[in-house]
Nanobody, 115 residues
Framework: QVQLVESGGGLVQPGGSLKLSCVTS????????MSWYRQRPGKEREYVATITRSNGNTYYTRSVQGRFTISRDNAQNTVYLDMNRLKSEDTAVYFC????????WGQGTQVTVSP
């Protein structure tokens, strides 16, 4: 079955960095664009970034543009989110997402940005 498993979250100070990973299985990874979403405390889940399946074009929500980088390794069936210059407002549960007619979500990984 389709599985998306995130890892790499944790506690980091403002200005620090974290790299999230999402290992996938159960589908042909290279056939899909992949996205990251996040859910901040008390907020709705929100879009963060996308990487396309074919040419690896990337798209970001404005608040993370220039600080976060989404990438993928099709040989490892993995999508990454490299997060730099983290701010307290980046504190959230981060979810890996496979869009499409049968969308799939991971269980999420907690990122906490605090002094």
């Amino acid at each position: 079955q389709v599985q998306l498993v995130e890892s790499g979250g944790g506690l980091v100070q403002p200005g620090g960095s974290l790299k999230l990973s999402c290992v996938t299985s159960g589908f042909v990874f290279s056939d899909y664009g992949m996205s990251w979403y996040r859910q901040r405390p008390g907020k709705e889940r929100e879009y963060v970034a996308t990487i396309t399946r074919s040419n690896g074009n990337t798209y970001y929500t404005r608040s993370v543009q220039g600080r976060f980088t989404i990438s993928r390794d099709n040989a490892q069936n993995t999508v990454y989110l490299d997060m730099n210059r983290l701010k307290s407002e980046d504190t959230a549960v981060y979810f890996c997402h496979r869009p499409g007619p049968e969308p799939a979500w991971g269980q999420g990984t907690q990122v906490t940005v605090s002094p």
